[in-house]
């Protein structure tokens, strides 16, 4: 910690927090060391605010995503990287994976994507972060049951593979704008699957 706060200019303090936070998540010794390291480079980064709750995002990214403490710089490197060059904040983009993240990786999804689609959806709609990513979980949850793939196949909107299981997330979204892409907002069949899709308060 003494290292990290001299070498960065980071807060002894705010990295004992941090330091806290991720024992409580079950990371400890050399690993927690690791992860302390790649998190306190992230008071560096203009688009990081506050390194706290970046820890927390991190136990979430850690525990949801799978790729362990080695990875994690990466993709919080990732994370840097799209709120540097999109609108959204890299605050919205940790809220998100918190949010989503699980729903979005047990449909199959990658960290890469989950940012990606969060960031389309706020760049268009301006949203808050806090309704995109209730709206996604929503909608990741309910695309995989049974019925609302079947729905969909009524409007060309294949979900399954050729084995028989869901093509994920990321790709369901792209094969959703292909088909919604000529229908205006107004559109019955827009409202139809608008509203299978995200619930009546979610639409």
Do not use: H, M
């Amino acid at each position: 910690i003494t290292s990290l706060s001299v070498s960065l200019g980071t807060s002894s303090k705010d990295l004992l927090n941090v330091t806290r936070i991720l024992s409580q998540a079950g990371i400890r010794a050399n690993e927690l060391e690791v992860a302390l390291a790649s998190l306190a480079k992230t008071t560096l980064a203009p688009t990081f605010e506050d390194i706290e709750k970046t820890a927390e995002g991190a136990v979430a990214i850690i525990s949801q995503f799978g790729q362990g403490v080695g990875k994690l710089e990466e993709q919080l490197g990732a994370i840097n990287a799209v709120a540097g060059q999109f609108a959204v904040e890299s605050g919205d983009l940790i809220g998100a994976v918190r949010r989503f993240g699980g729903v979005f990786k047990s449909a199959g999804g990658s960290l890469e994507e989950l940012l990606a689609l969060f960031t389309s959806v706020r760049a268009t709609t301006r949203e808050s972060s806090e309704s995109i990513s209730t709206g996604l979980r929503t909608i990741f949850t309910r695309i995989q049951r049974p019925k609302t793939i079947e729905f969909l196949k009524q409007f060309g909107v294949e979900l399954l593979d050729v084995e028989g299981k869901f093509v994920g997330p990321f790709e369901a979204a792209k094969r959703l704008s292909e088909a919604l892409s000529g229908l205006g907002e107004g559109d019955i069949t827009f409202v139809r699957i608008a509203e299978e899709l995200g619930g009546f308060r979610q639409i």
